[in-house]
């Protein structure tokens, strides 16, 4: 099977341990061109992260930037034509089923079908208390918001009885093109993401996890009883591994880019035998502006994508 590449979206973050200067004199508009080169190029999915607020003791480390997802990668979808998209991640609990449903399937219908969220629980209890979420049953929040959300997305009369989420005798639309529903991901590494990947998901996308451990995690998400024997993909960036819990810098020597084009492809085959299905190729430190990037990525599309 071909590893799809995939592509982070420029200035979506200022996580320490990931961004780079060149990013800082962006503007809206270099990000909408930068992700049609990357359309142009073949390049799979977009993928740019999310938080609402984040208090002032972590923004050092996590940054204080980041994009409202689907309204971010609904621009960016009006300027793309075939480029997936897709959030890594969006934090499930804080915000109301009902209207994250309506915004994925908004986004997914507007684009043809190209939405693909991934969801987490999120880890910052800080965020969860302004926001006034309780961080303790965020989990079981989780389990309950993507039951609901799919059957918005799949029933012509969706009805649903929870404990935090109730509908009935009503109508929503759009539907997603997607069928029977966009695809849902999961972030995260606990066992209790993996089960929410085994009974909802589509795809798996670890953080912390240790890339020698993932054929155990992926046959443990297929071993469990409400897994059907769907197709399932599994999504990891070695960028990732210079990243702590909580933003920490790592300094992981497997994480930054590299312009050796073996190491590069010996990397995605070595994530390959470890069941990971779609990959991004990390950026080399140092990039010096927007032609820098153009210019990697269009190496990356004509020297590793026919290769891997």
């Known amino acids: 099977m071909k590893m799809k590449l995939s592509i982070g979206v420029p200035k ?8 780079q200067p060149w990013e800082d004199p962006l503007i809206g508009a270099d990000v ?10 073949g390049f799979y999915k977009c993928m740019l992260g999310e938080h609402f607020i984040i208090p002032k003791e972590h923004i ?10 689907v309204v971010a990668l609904g621009v960016i979808g009006g300027q793309t034509k ?5 959030s890594s991640i969006s934090i499930l609990p804080l915000q109301n089923p009902i209207v994250q449903a309506k915004a994925w399937s908004t986004l997914d219908w507007l684009t043809c079908g190209r939405a693909e969220p991934i969801f987490g629980v999120g880890w910052l209890k800080e965020e969860f ?12 929040m989780a389990d309950e918001y993507a039951a609901a959300m799919i059957e918005l997305w799949t029933k012509e009369d969706p009805e649903f009885e929870g404990e935090f989420v109730n509908f009935k005798n009503c109508g929503f639309g759009p539907k997603p093109v997607q069928q029977p529903h966009l695809p849902i991901w999961f972030g995260g590494d606990a066992p209790a993401v993996q089960r929410r990947v085994a009974k909802f998901g589509d795809g798996w996308s670890p953080f912390r996890t240790p890339p020698e451990k993932f054929p155990d995690c992926i046959d443990y998400i297929k071993s469990q009883p409400e897994y ?11 960028e990732m591994l210079n990243v702590g819990a909580q933003h920490e810098i790592l300094d992981d020597p497997r994480a ?4 050796d084009k073996q190491k590069i492809i010996d990397q995605i085959s070595w994530l390959k035998e470890l069941g990971v299905t779609e990959t991004i190729v990390p950026l ?7 032609q820098a990037w153009i210019d990697r990525q269009t190496w990356v599309a004509e020297e590793i994508m026919p290769h891997i």
């Open 12 to 19: 979506s973050m200022k996580v320490a341990a990931m961004v």
């Open 32 to 41: 909408g061109e930068l992700m049609a080169v990357a359309d142009n190029l």
């Open 60 to 69: 050092e480390l996590s940054g204080d930037w980041y994009f409202h997802t």
């Open 82 to 86: 075939n480029l997936r998209l897709t």
């Open 129 to 140: 208390d302004m926001l006034g979420v309780p961080f303790g049953k965020r989990g079981a």
């Open 228 to 238: 059907d024997g769907r197709s399932l993909e599994f999504f990891f960036a070695l």
């Open 256 to 259: 930054p880019g590299t312009s």
């Open 284 to 290: 080399p430190p140092g990039l010096t502006g927007k």
